[in-house]
């Protein structure tokens, strides 16, 4: 399953905000919604390796891509096979869900508390639209459908969502089996809609910017959930509360500032975030890292790789 660059930026970002920044709680709140929804995909994906589909088929998750206007489109997941396509939208939601029909308006009540969500249906319709428009182009008939799941059993649905294409997830593979007697013939072959699909797919870059004024420095222990500052000795961080020693952690240090800053990052940048104020040892563990260096003399910055081996 591909995580989206907006997970890896939050979850990143939550443990580098200030304990005193205004925007903490709300990006911690972020972070677990994001969670949420996740552990909801994690359990689609469960449920239908479980389930013997009739045909060849694949499944993508967390499909993000950007249209010919530029608007971007993300799909929890997008199910395809020779007879049909399937996007769904995974809801992690709890409580009692209502909806409006004619007003588009979808709402969940909680402890006596109503709360209106962005209409799961229209989401599910507009990525069906854009499917169906690019497999027009693609000059390729097949149908497209779309389901809204709910993950969470607990949650319970009002009889106004009746009729509407949203159920609880363990009534997936149900819905897969009348999709099959509904559409019994091949329409497209499968290879070259996943290719296709696959050439369309681009990661999305992250919702948020952070001022890096506002990010913790220092090289933060892993153990102690990032609360706590290590320190540089002699070829190790260490950690002065539990006690913790890693060399990884200078190279999971520079993935959060790529995450959160940007790939370039020069002497200065790095003895500042590393919190590393010699400037001898901080050209040493640069090339420790084996960091690309780029530009000369008062101008170079080195380039943090997206994995280090
Ligand atoms: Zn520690």
């Given at each position: 399953?591909?995580q989206?660059?907006?997970?890896?930026?939050?979850?990143?970002?939550?443990?580098r905000?200030?304990?005193?920044?205004?925007?903490?709680?709300?990006?911690?709140?972020?972070?677990?919604r994001?969670?949420?929804?996740?552990?909801?995909?994690?359990?689609?994906?469960r449920?239908?390796?479980?389930?013997?589909?009739?045909?060849?088929?694949?499944?993508?998750?967390?499909?993000e891509?950007?249209?010919?206007?530029?608007f971007?489109?993300?799909?929890?997941?997008?199910?395809?096979?020779?007879?049909?396509?399937?996007?769904?939208e995974?809801?992690q939601?709890?409580?009692?869900?209502?909806?409006?029909?004619?007003?588009?308006?979808f709402?969940?009540?909680?402890?006596?508390?109503?709360?209106?969500?962005?209409?799961?249906?229209?989401?599910?319709?507009?990525?069906?639209?854009?499917?169906?428009?690019?497999?027009?182009?693609?000059?390729?008939?097949?149908?497209?459908?779309?389901?809204?799941?709910?993950a969470?059993?607990?949650?319970?649905?009002?009889?106004?969502?009746?009729?509407?294409?949203?159920?609880?997830?363990?009534?997936?593979?149900?819905?897969i089996?009348?999709?099959y007697?509904?559409?019994?013939?091949?329409?497209?072959n499968?290879?070259f809609?996943?290719?296709?699909?696959?050439?369309?797919?681009?990661?999305?870059?992250?919702?948020r910017?952070?001022?890096r004024?506002?990010?913790?420095?220092?090289?933060?222990?892993?153990?102690?959930?990032?609360?706590?500052?290590?320190?540089?000795r002699q070829?190790y961080?260490?950690?002065?509360?539990?006690?913790?020693k890693?060399?990884e952690a200078?190279?999971?240090?520079?993935?959060?500032?790529?995450?959160?800053v940007?790939?370039?990052?020069?002497?200065?940048?790095?003895?500042?975030?590393?919190?590393i104020?010699?400037?001898?040892?901080?050209?040493?563990?640069?090339?420790?890292?084996?960091?690309?260096?780029?530009g000369?003399?008062?101008?170079?910055?080195?380039?943090?790789?997206?994995?280090?081996?």
């Open positions: 399953m591909q989206s660059r907006h997970y890896l930026f939050v979850k990143t970002l939550m443990y905000m200030k304990m005193d920044d205004l925007d903490t709680p709300a990006i911690e709140q972020e972070f677990y994001l969670e949420a929804g996740l552990s909801g995909e994690q359990k689609l994906k449920l239908l390796s479980d389930y013997h589909f009739k045909s060849a088929s694949h499944i993508f998750y967390n499909f891509c950007i249209n010919s206007k530029g971007t489109h993300q799909m929890d997941a997008l199910l395809i096979t020779p007879h049909f396509v399937v996007v769904m995974v809801k939601i709890s409580g009692t869900l209502f909806y409006k029909p004619a007003l588009h308006e709402s969940r009540v909680q402890e006596n508390v109503s709360e209106n969500f962005p209409n799961p249906f229209d989401q599910a319709y507009r990525h069906q639209l854009f499917l169906e428009h690019q497999f027009k182009a693609w000059q390729i008939s097949i149908p497209v459908h779309h389901i809204v799941v709910l969470n059993h607990r949650a319970t649905l009002d009889h106004s969502l009746t009729n509407f294409p949203i159920m609880h997830m363990s009534g997936i593979p149900r819905f089996e009348k999709l007697r509904q559409h019994p013939n091949p329409r497209a499968i290879t809609l996943q290719n296709h699909l696959e050439q369309l797919y681009e990661q999305l870059p992250p919702r910017t952070i001022e004024h506002r990010l913790r420095n220092g090289v933060l222990c892993k153990a102690c959930d990032y609360v706590n500052e290590m320190h540089y070829g961080f260490i950690c002065p509360v539990c006690g913790g890693s060399k200078l190279y999971e240090t520079f993935l959060q500032y790529r995450i959160l940007g790939p370039r990052i020069t002497n200065k940048e790095f003895r500042e975030f590393f919190n104020p010699c400037i001898h040892i901080a050209s040493k563990l640069l090339a420790k890292a084996g960091l690309e260096k780029h000369g003399n008062k101008g170079t910055y080195y380039l943090i790789p997206e994995k280090f081996e």
